[in-house]
């Protein structure tokens, strides 16, 4: 039985399936998955060996280098892949089950930030405690696209 994924950006304005195993996801810390993540690491799925499609929309493309490329939603700016000649990678979190894919391997570490090994030392706090300080919290209603396929998606959210 080959097991089936799907995903897409946070607008729901592209979206993909994989078919195949998944067994390659990784964090990478250089300085360039930094920035197109805006994060201190782009945790990553390889796809290569699988049958990948994009099933709606059409990802923009960066070149931020010479050999790789990187998918992003155009009207959200959802990072969405990693393309270099040998493979495709796509953002782990972008999956609509991202904790299937759990790190098994980590890339660039001469660029990683050494706080990020702490991360899970610090205090953790569930949204509810904020209600007090940002009462607004209480009355929002997301237009992120739900975490599985739909027929389709309202344009929700985007600025004209």
Avoid at 4 to 22: E, I, N
Avoid at 73 to 83: A, F, I, R, S, V
Wanted: glycine share 10%; net charge negative; charged share 20%.
């Amino acid at each position: 039985m080959t097991s089936t994924y799907s995903g897409g950006c946070q607008c729901g304005a592209v979206r993909f399936r994989v078919s195949g195993p998944l067994k390659d996801a990784s964090i990478c810390h250089c300085r360039m998955c930094q920035k197109a993540f805006g994060g201190y690491y782009a945790p990553l799925v390889s796809v290569r060996g699988t049958d990948f499609e994009w099933t709606r929309g059409t990802r923009k493309i960066f070149r931020s280098s010479n050999v790789v490329s990187r998918g992003f939603c155009g009207d959200c700016g959802t990072p969405l892949t990693y393309e270099a000649p040998d493979g495709v990678a796509v953002a782990a979190g972008a999956f609509d089950d991202p904790a299937a894919f759990p790190p098994t391997t980590q890339f660039g570490i001469e660029c990683r930030i050494a706080f990020v090994d702490h991360l899970h030392e610090l205090p953790g706090h569930p949204t509810e405690e904020d209600l007090e300080q940002a009462p607004y919290l209480a009355d929002i209603v997301s237009y992120q696209h739900p975490d599985h396929d739909t027929a389709d998606w309202p344009d929700q959210g985007l600025e004209p």
